[in-house]
């Protein structure tokens, strides 16, 4: 078990960490969407999970940086300049008055970080096999 | 008379709906042919005993030559006695229309004539040779001849013979009348003359440049007779070698009647709620997206759900009682007079789902003949579009609140020295007992500079107790209660306060403004109730959170993608404080004072979020402005209000209202909270089409404003209305509301200033009524050949004059130097909630000439509408020998000309002109002479005409620079000022635009 595999599997369970944070403020969308939730839980609940998700992506990014794993930190660096521009813009997060109006496009925003997401996932995982397929050999 | 007007035929097999008292028009199709002349009126029909209606008649057009009595004065070249007949001589000027001079609006009308049209040509035979109307062109009809070798006017030179060769013998030809240029549409229908072409003529197509120039009516060539009152047209075309625009900017259309409801829709379905309450864009709704797509205005609703009704026409309020309020099942839609109920009266059908529901037993009533409920009649919510429904306690989510005010004064210097504090504190304590909600109102107060001033008012003491936090940072509230108290209780309390009030800061010289702190403050003591925060601030906020920065002016930011920047909150904090108000049923208008920046774009967005106004009163003095604040002030304090309200609009399937426009907050994806919502709030909300074909012949729309009145009770205000679904792109346009057009266009351009350049938005309102008059065009022009000539729809003629306005209102005006940030703001907040009458007022303000009715010694103020002629807002119709008044609904100005006689000025005002007084601090009162009564009289009934507002004269001398340019000239929209153009060239702008890719 090297170091290698280690960081593959770390950023593995990073990206799913992810994934779970981008997955539940779809959901809190597609509540507020449905009448299930107000708009104010709604908004509450979205906008406490969006520093985290920078947070973790910030994270990735460092770990792939230190690992050496060129590719995926490139891979990733359009996601994290889109995320720290929306911060300077103080956009990122949810504004309840108007969020209605957003609902289209702040789904259709974490629908393509979705989609993102997986790809990198599938990355890792292949990577990761790769290397544990090389460390075998 | 008018039995014999050929009426608005029937289109597409459906039945037109006209604004006209339609006319038998079965005769229509075979009308064609004959020389029928359907007009009446003249000395012409006796020679014709046809009528139009009359089946094809022989009778031989030889009566031609006497009839046409002479008309077109305008048209020099008309040596020949066509057979034209002036459409004024037909009707008469409608009722209420200015008749202005002849500018020569032709109108056309022809008939088409069936292919197998059966009049013989040697019917039409003695018209002397030679003498072909000039102004009526001969056109064969539209699909038979598929083109025109004409491009650029309407003059069809088709010879006779050659549409004799096709077997037509008499087409069409044009009756071109004069008509008086201000016609609304529903006056051009129904003329219809006929004038058949003398076979034989010479050729045709001499329309003379004079008539191409002038701007006409309906389709000058072409087909059906229905057509006329399908669209207007202006030609456009200039005069080669003549530096003439080819517009006359006389002729050009406009509204000097004001907002013209529809009335089409309410013939048709007559159990609709009144249009005060609801318009819609169009009242024919498209069946598919496509052909939504192809209607480039927004399909949307105007709603305003507390108009005030004139007397007698009070909204009925129903109590079920035990019953329970009468809802369908599945879709929760309101028993309305649109259900149907069957089963002998057991069930009733949804007019919205369409789904069955039981009608409970105590509701029952047996059904006669017709299907009619027999107590019918005795049910005002199954006989009115508008009901109000006593809500069961179902509908409360807590006990009723009641009426409660709380006022937040910012007490710093500037406040103090302008008078604010006195104007406010006295009106206030003049209002008190006006205050709805007798005896259960709440009342508190808040002053605040750089700290908090609490009062507490309890009723056992006899002088208010003022507690002073001046711990910004870590807000407390330090009485749990007391501080919001009942004014009937407390009300010696409370008037101690407010007499104590100016002086008690009369020294104050603090300018520090803790405006976040007091406004969370006021959210703490408010919080447990919810109502109405009312909020005066002379300055900008300055201490604790909130605090705001001179972003200012800079004319650097205009033109750039910063530029929106500055009519955006600066700081999410107030934002985030409307979204909580509007949680705690809490409702925020905003009143500021300042001459300097106070950054109304953040302050406003309090009022934006929770159904709230702005009012604005930049430089207040109370020696100028107090009667404007005062009037204001005490019209938002007693005005009826509807408390913790939500609103939901309810639609048939097919139908989605998708975005909503206006000042509250969204709850959920459709449904509004209005914490507290007034008579003086409209909202706008846009439909979109959910399935791509819609298969129901009507839809009908439902407002329900469930609501808290002042009287404490629990009620639902009910709005229901039906619109046709059509097939055909030009029903749409024909049914087009220019006022709710306009309502929307203003929303989304005052949204579209928020996230875009000024420019753009001002671009986006051009581009779509190019877009859509261009499609218009595309319907007609081709086959009418009006290639030169800009056609539009006659419910639209107006909707040009109102995008200029609404390019050149406060909000899109210019740039940086036009208008003052501040400014702008407000007028965007407040065109935000506007209705529509108020609206269009705004857009396009009256200018009257009053001089000559002060000194006409005998006449009386009932006879000012005699003297009152709205004139066209250019400097042309100033005169420097009169006295004008411009009413835009917020304001007057009275424009002085230079050589209006002295004593004009003297009796009214007190001083004399000529010694050059600064009219500024002159104000006007009424004093002892007849004239000035007069004016006054006049001024009342203005300010009745719009109650909301209170219109402060604002006196202006001519060559008085720069108050002129900057109060008046400013605003005539027609001439060209602030860098934009003006109604001609607006026109030709238009015209161009779609003309390139036409």
């Known amino acids: 078990m090297d170091w290698s595999i280690l960081s593959w599997l770390l950023s593995f369970f990073i990206l799913i960490a992810l994934i779970g944070i981008i997955i539940f403020q779809l959901m809190c969308l597609a509540d507020l969407e449905f009448d299930y939730i107000n708009p104010y839980d709604s908004a509450r609940r979205i906008n406490s999970v969006v520093l985290p998700e920078f947070g973790t992506l910030g994270a990735l990014c460092f770990l792939f940086l230190i690992s050496g794993h060129w590719f995926m930190f490139i891979l990733c660096l359009p996601y994290l300049y889109y995320n720290a521009r929306m911060y300077m813009r103080r956009q990122h997060l949810v504004d309840v008055t108007e969020i209605f109006n957003m609902l289209n496009w702040e789904k259709k925003q974490r629908l393509v970080k979705l989609v993102y997401l997986i790809v990198l996932v599938f990355f890792t995982i292949f990577w990761m096999i790769w290397s544990v397929l090389d460390e075998d050999t | ?998």
């Open chain 2, 1 to 998: 008379m008018a039995s014999e007007r050929p009426g608005p035929p029937t289109y597409l097999g459906k039945p037109t709906i006209s604004p006209f008292p339609a006319a038998p028009q079965t005769t229509m199709p075979f009308l064609s042919s004959g020389p029928v002349v359907g007009s009446e009126g003249t000395g012409y029909r006796a020679n014709t005993p046809s009528g139009s209606n009359g089946p094809p008649m022989s009778s031989p057009p030889s009566t031609y030559a006497s009839p046409n009595v002479g008309v077109h004065q305008r048209f020099p070249s008309q040596q020949y006695p066509a057979p034209v007949q002036q459409i004024s001589n037909l009707r008469g000027p409608p009722a209420g229309q200015p008749v202005l001079p002849p500018p020569v609006l032709p109108s056309a009308q022809q008939v088409l004539p069936p292919p197998g049209s059966f009049r013989p040509q040697p019917q039409i035979p003695s018209m002397p040779m030679g003498s072909p109307p000039q102004s009526a062109n001969l056109q064969p009809p539209r699909g038979i001849v598929p083109s025109s070798p004409l491009e650029s006017s309407f003059s069809a030179p088709r010879s006779a013979l050659q549409s004799s060769l096709h077997g037509y013998p008499s087409n069409q030809a044009n009756l071109v009348s004069q008509v008086p240029p201000m016609q609304s549409p529903s006056f051009l229908a129904p003329q219809g003359g006929y004038v058949p072409p003398p076979p034989l003529a010479a050729p045709v197509g001499l329309s003379s440049r004079e008539q191409m120039q002038h701007p006409g009516v309906g389709p000058p060539v072409g087909a059906m007779q229905n057509l006329v009152e399908e669209f207007q047209s202006l030609s456009v075309g200039s005069v080669p070698g003549s530096i003439d625009p080819g517009l006359d900017p006389k002729a050009l259309p406009r509204p000097f009647e004001g907002d013209l409801m529809p009335n089409s829709i309410a013939k048709m379905y007559p159990l609709n709620c009144h249009s005060r309450y609801l318009r819609l864009t169009t009242n024919a709704i498209p069946n598919s997206q496509s052909l939504l797509s192809r209607w480039h205005f927004p399909l949307a609703a105007v709603i305003h759900p507390l108009a005030e009704a004139p007397d007698g026409e009070e909204v009925p309020i129903v109590n079920f009682g035990p019953t329970g309020i009468i809802r369908c099942r599945r879709c929760r839609t309101y028993v309305n007079p649109y259900i149907t109920f069957t089963d002998g009266g057991r069930k009733w059908r949804c007019n919205i789902c369409s789904l069955l529901n039981d009608v409970p037993g105590e509701y029952f009533a047996h059904l006669d003949a017709t299907g009619r409920r027999i107590d019918n009649d005795q049910r005002p919510e199954l006989t009115k579009g508008s009901v109000e429904f006593v809500a069961p306690t179902e509908y409360m989510v807590r006990p009723p609140m009641p009426p409660l005010y709380f006022f937040l004064i910012d007490v710093s210097v500037s406040a103090v020295r302008s008078g604010m504090l006195e104007v406010v504190a006295k009106t206030i304590k003049s209002s008190l007992d006006e205050l709805p909600g007798f005896p259960r109102t709440q009342i508190g107060f808040l002053t605040f500079d750089s700290t908090l001033h609490f009062y507490n008012m309890k009723s056992s003491l006899s002088q208010p107790q003022m507690m002073v936090v001046s711990d910004l940072d870590d807000i407390f509230v330090p009485l749990p209660d007391d501080l919001l108290v009942n004014l009937s209780e407390s009300r010696h309390v409370v008037d101690a306060f407010l007499d104590s009030l100016p002086s008690m800061f009369q020294e104050n010289l603090n300018v520090e403004s803790a405006f976040g702190p007091a406004l969370k403050a006021a959210f703490m003591v408010m919080s447990q109730l919810g109502g109405k925060l009312l909020i005066f601030q002379s300055t900008l906020p300055s201490l604790g959170i909130g605090r705001l920065k001179l972003r200012g002016d800079d004319p650097r930011a205009y033109g750039t993608d910063k530029e929106h920047a500055l009519r955006i909150p600066e700081d999410p904090l107030y934002k985030q404080m409307a979204a909580d108000f509007s949680k705690y049923q809490i409702g925020v208008n905003v009143y500021a004072f300042s001459d300097k920046y106070t950054d109304i774009a953040s302050l406003g967005t309090l009022a934006k979020y929770t159904g709230g106004q702005v009012c604005y009163y930049p430089g207040f003095q109370s020696s100028i402005h107090g009667e404007k604040l005062k009037y204001e002030l005490a019209r938002d304090l007693t005005r009826e209000t509807a408390w913790e309200a939500v609103m939901r609009i309810r639609c048939g399937k097919g139908v989605r209202f998708t975005t909503y426009h206006g000042h509250f907050m969204l709850r959920s994806t459709d449904l509004l909270a209005l914490p507290a919502v007034d008579c003086d709030k409209a909202f706008a909300m846009q439909l979109s089409l959910e399935d791509t074909l819609l298969t129901t012949q009507t839809v009908y729309f439902q407002v329900a404003l469930l609501y808290t009145s002042s009287s404490g009770e629990r009620r639902i205000r009910v709005h229901t209305a039906a619109a046709p679904v059509v097939t055909d792109l030009g029903e749409m346009y024909r049914q087009a509301d220019t006022g709710a057009i306009v309502s929307l266009f203003s929303r989304l351009a005052i949204e579209r200033t928020l996230s875009y350049k000024l420019e753009d938005a001002r671009n986006s309102i051009q581009q779509r009524i190019v877009k859509a008059l261009r499609e218009y065009r595309n319907l007609y022009a081709v086959q009418h050949r009006l290639g030169g000539r800009m056609i539009y729809p006659g419910s639209l003629q107006f909707l040009l004059l109102y995008g200029l306005a609404l390019c050149k209102s406060i909000p899109l005006r210019g740039g940086f130097a036009d208008v003052q940030l501040d400014e702008r703001c407000a007028a965007g907040y407040t065109m935000m909630t506007l209705p529509i009458a108020g609206l269009l007022k705004l857009l396009y303000p009256r200018l009257i000439r009053i001089d000559e009715y002060l000194q006409n010694a005998s006449a009386k103020i009932d006879d000012f509408g005699k003297f009152s002629k709205s004139l066209p807002l250019t400097m042309q119709s100033l005169d420097s020998r009169g006295l004008y008044i411009y009413d835009d609904g917020f304001r007057f100005i009275m424009w002085f000309g230079k050589m209006l006689s002295s004593d004009i000025a003297v009796n009214l005002l007190g001083v004399d002109l000529s010694t050059f007084p600064d009219l500024s601090k002159v104000s006007l009162c009424e004093l002892d002479n007849e004239m000035s009564r007069k004016l006054m009289a006049i001024l009342k009934r203005f300010r009745a005409s719009n109650p909301s507002y209170y219109q402060l004269p604002q006196l202006l001398r001519q060559g008085e620079q720069p108050r002129e340019a900057f109060l008046l000239f400013a605003n005539l929209l027609e001439d060209q000022n602030c860098g934009t153009c003006g109604y001609v060239d607006w026109m030709l702008q238009i015209h161009r635009q779609i003309q390139q890719s036409a």
